[in-house]
């Protein structure tokens, strides 16, 4: 019975194993944008921006011409008298210049708050394709072993039955199925979870034939650490967002001091009384120097601690990439470690020798299975914790494949 048994297991457990072809980074990424272009948090900043955008537009304009009629009714006999005035305000000629600077930095901050919802639109959707990979392909991982257990379970049940194997041999198995189906059960909720995450960001819509599209991990490699750290201040789009506010606080700066000279007013008057005809220029002065106190120096404070913050920002961000970037390269040299490892059968096949030749036992050997079963498990988690860090680093500096406007 029992080399029925170990005959019948070795069939189950020398099943090859077929890998699919990865696809590439840039084949990834279209994946990834097609999902993140159906983003409602992207829709919502791209509108917003078309708003911010909008709004700039009309505020450094002329003032409305305003238009006034008077009309005073006299006594009896004298008749009455009415006027017309048109006139128009306009300020110290400075200020148009000084707020369309900062209309350009404010639309610059309203461009990077979009890329900085593309970018978490895109990062978020990616490592959540490379999680369902994760998890679908640790399901199948486990999935095999629960099966594997259960042959082998019936298997002895069958021989205890028949006073061939001992009890405390099934019993054995019996946890072991335990925990074969509990770690079954925690990647399949991994799974759901990566699914429900990814519909979340496709607005809810389906993602089944995407996934169809990636049956494994995507091949993405590191660039140098200079090349991240030298294009921050290029791409980074919370640090843009950072530095053109501070940008737009600079211009306030110019917007304050051209704010204490005069504005004007311009019009014209035609008024009619007792049968005469008045025509006249009227001039209006505004005297904001009066008021304005210390709105420049307030100005001035509000540009040095922002850039101050954005510099804190940038060094922050390095240091954050520096980081994410060190460990992606032990994860790498780690998951390259494994592979040379388990890239072939061959610890399987010394375990079937050593069973066949009766050196180790059927528990034993199903205790070594085991123990390759969490090798791989683990494998599967350094290669997906390597790609989870190097494409939040490679989406920092590779263009989207749509358009945000």
Same mark, same amino acid.
């Given at each position: 019975m029992?080399?029925?048994? @170990?005959?019948?297991y070795l069939l +189950?457990i020398c099943s090859?194993?077929?890998?699919?072809?990865r696809?590439?980074?840039s084949?990834f990424l279209?994946i990834?944008?097609n999902i993140a272009?159906?983003n409602k948090?992207?829709?919502?900043a791209?509108?917003?921006d078309? $708003?911010v955008?909008? =709004?700039?537009?009309i505020?450094?304009?002329?003032?409305?011409p305003?238009?006034?009629?008077g009309?005073l009714w006299g006594?009896?006999g004298i008749g009455?008298?009415?006027?017309?005035e048109?006139?128009? =305000?306009?300020d110290w000629?400075?200020? %148009? =210049?000084a707020?369309r600077?900062?209309?350009?930095?404010?639309?610059?901050?309203?461009?990077a708050?979009v890329a900085k919802s593309?970018y978490d639109?895109r990062c978020?959707?990616?490592?959540a394709? @490379?999680?369902a990979?994760?998890y679908?392909?640790?399901?199948?991982l486990y999935s095999?072993n629960?099966?594997r257990? &259960?042959s082998l379970?019936d +298997?002895y049940n069958?021989?205890y039955?028949?006073g061939?194997?001992?009890?405390?041999?099934?019993?054995?198995?019996?946890i072991?199925?335990?925990?074969?189906n509990r770690?079954l059960?925690s990647a399949?909720? *991994? /799974?759901t979870e $990566?699914?429900a995450l990814l519909r979340?960001l496709?607005? #809810?819509?389906?993602v089944? &034939?995407?996934l169809?599209?990636?049956? &494994?991990?995507p091949d993405?490699?590191l660039? *140098?650490?200079n090349?991240?750290?030298?294009?921050?201040?290029r791409?980074n789009?919370?640090? #843009? /967002?950072?530095?053109?506010?501070?940008?737009?606080?600079?211009?306030?700066?110019k917007l304050?001091?051209q704010?204490? /000279?005069?504005?004007?007013? +311009?019009g014209?008057s035609?008024?009619y009384e007792?049968g005469e005809n008045?025509n006249?220029?009227?001039v209006g002065?505004?005297?904001?120097?009066?008021?304005s106190?210390?709105?420049?120096?307030?100005?001035?404070?509000e540009?040095l601690?922002l850039?101050a913050?954005a510099?804190a920002?940038?060094?922050? @961000?390095?240091?954050?990439?520096? *980081?994410? %970037? #060190?460990?992606?390269?032990?994860?790498?040299?780690?998951?390259?470690? %494994?592979s040379?490892v388990?890239?072939? &059968?061959d610890?399987?096949?010394?375990l079937?020798l050593?069973l066949?030749q009766?050196?180790?036992?059927?528990i034993d050997y199903?205790l070594?299975?085991?123990?390759?079963?969490?090798?791989?498990a683990?494998? +599967?988690?350094v290669?997906?914790? /390597?790609l989870?860090?190097?494409i939040a680093?490679n989406l920092?500096?590779?263009?989207?494949?749509?358009s945000?406007q």
């Amino acid at each position: 019975m029992k080399h029925k048994v @170990i005959s019948i297991y070795l069939l +189950l457990i020398c099943s090859p194993v077929v890998n699919a072809e990865r696809i590439s980074q840039s084949s990834f990424l279209s994946i990834v944008d097609n999902i993140a272009i159906n983003n409602k948090e992207v829709t919502a900043a791209i509108a917003q921006d078309a $708003s911010v955008n909008a =709004s700039l537009s009309i505020n450094n304009r002329l003032p409305a011409p305003e238009l006034s009629f008077g009309h005073l009714w006299g006594q009896r006999g004298i008749g009455n008298k009415w006027n017309v005035e048109v006139s128009q =305000s306009f300020d110290w000629p400075g200020m %148009y =210049s000084a707020r369309r600077e900062a209309n350009r930095y404010q639309s610059l901050a309203s461009e990077a708050s979009v890329a900085k919802s593309i970018y978490d639109a895109r990062c978020n959707t990616a490592q959540a394709l @490379i999680s369902a990979i994760y998890y679908d392909k640790l399901t199948q991982l486990y999935s095999s072993n629960l099966s594997r257990v &259960d042959s082998l379970l019936d +298997l002895y049940n069958r021989g205890y039955k028949m006073g061939e194997i001992s009890i405390l041999d099934v019993n054995k198995l019996k946890i072991d199925r335990i925990a074969a189906n509990r770690a079954l059960a925690s990647a399949k909720e *991994g /799974y759901t979870e $990566s699914i429900a995450l990814l519909r979340e960001l496709n607005n #809810n819509e389906g993602v089944d &034939d995407i996934l169809s599209l990636l049956p &494994d991990f995507p091949d993405i490699n590191l660039l *140098g650490l200079n090349t991240y750290v030298a294009e921050i201040s290029r791409y980074n789009a919370e640090l #843009n /967002y950072k530095q053109h506010q501070a940008g737009v606080t600079k211009a306030n700066v110019k917007l304050a001091q051209q704010s204490k /000279y005069p504005g004007f007013s +311009l019009g014209y008057s035609h008024e009619y009384e007792m049968g005469e005809n008045f025509n006249g220029l009227t001039v209006g002065i505004t005297l904001p120097f009066l008021t304005s106190g210390k709105s420049v120096t307030a100005a001035r404070l509000e540009q040095l601690a922002l850039e101050a913050e954005a510099d804190a920002l940038q060094t922050a @961000i390095a240091s954050r990439i520096t *980081g994410l %970037y #060190n460990r992606a390269l032990i994860l790498y040299d780690e998951q390259t470690q %494994y592979s040379k490892v388990l890239s072939d &059968d061959d610890s399987v096949r010394l375990l079937n020798l050593a069973l066949r030749q009766g050196h180790i036992t059927l528990i034993d050997y199903m205790l070594q299975v085991n123990f390759f079963t969490e090798a791989k498990a683990t494998y +599967l988690e350094v290669q997906h914790d /390597y790609l989870q860090a190097a494409i939040a680093l490679n989406l920092q500096i590779l263009p989207t494949g749509f358009s945000a406007q």
